[in-house]
T-cell receptor
């Protein structure tokens, strides 16, 4: 199947620092989604991006849909302890198929915040 | 508006048994997708149902099947369970605003012994 390369795999940061993670692919995507998953829970949608170049914010989170449609990044500003978790990017491939066609997920970025 | 709900939350089965998982989508959402999440493989798409019909299918064996009812609730069935089927099974629903923007339930943790 299609691959989404998400990096970094894990991040150890200090509280208050800014965080940046990204996803890249050799394929073109129509939609980029960013999710956060806490242990034992399902992923929670943070930001959805639908157009190349789109820049969207949700509180301290900002995400962008890359111009080439092959990448996306997520930034978190001034991290706080509750930001700990696993962040996933997900993309909808440009295959003109109807319906969900299944999202393609990155492997996740584990965010760990040191006090 | 209530979120996606899944039952049961936890399940323990033995090899060879079968299991049925249930998902209730967000009210008004007609598309329900199922995913398997494991530490090794990550999140993988199983199938999607829309209006009681399977619309898309991932690359899983025929032991994995599903169905959707007229109220959009969905069930997923796994027959002849194998140890490797131990995973978190996630259901996601989406509405007509954008089929690709999926909202996930809390998942069902399945352990096969």
């Amino acid at each position: 199947g299609q691959q989404l390369n998400q990096s970094p795999q894990s991040m150890f940061i200090q509280e208050g620092e800014d965080v940046s993670m990204n996803c890249t692919s050799s394929s073109i995507f129509n939609t980029w989604l960013w999710y956060k998953q806490d242990p034992g829970e399902g992923p929670v949608l943070l930001i959805a991006l639908y157009k190349a170049g789109e820049l969207t914010s949700n509180g301290r989170l900002t995400a962008q849909f890359g111009i080439t449609r092959k990448d996306s990044f997520l930034n978190i500003s001034a991290s706080i302890p509750s930001d700990v978790g696993i962040y996933f990017c997900a993309g909808q491939l440009d295959n003109s198929g109807g319906g969900a066609d299944g999202l393609t997920f990155g492997k996740g970025t584990h965010l760990i915040i040191q006090p | 508006k209530a979120g996606v709900t899944q039952t049961p939350r936890y399940l323990i089965k033995t090899r060879g048994q079968q299991v049925t998982l249930s998902c209730s989508p967000i009210s008004g959402h007609r598309s329900v997708s199922w995913y398997q999440q494991t530490p090794g493989q990550g999140l993988q798409f199983l199938f999607e149902y829309f209006s009681e019909t399977q619309r898309n299918k991932g690359n899983f064996p025929g032991r994995f099947s599903g169905r959707q009812f007229s109220n959009s609730r969905s069930e997923m069935n796994v027959s002849t369970l194998e140890l490797g089927d131990s995973a978190l099974y996630l259901c996601a629903s989406s509405g007509s605003g954008n089929w690709f923007t999926q909202y996930f339930g809390p998942g069902t943790r399945l352990l096969v012994l």
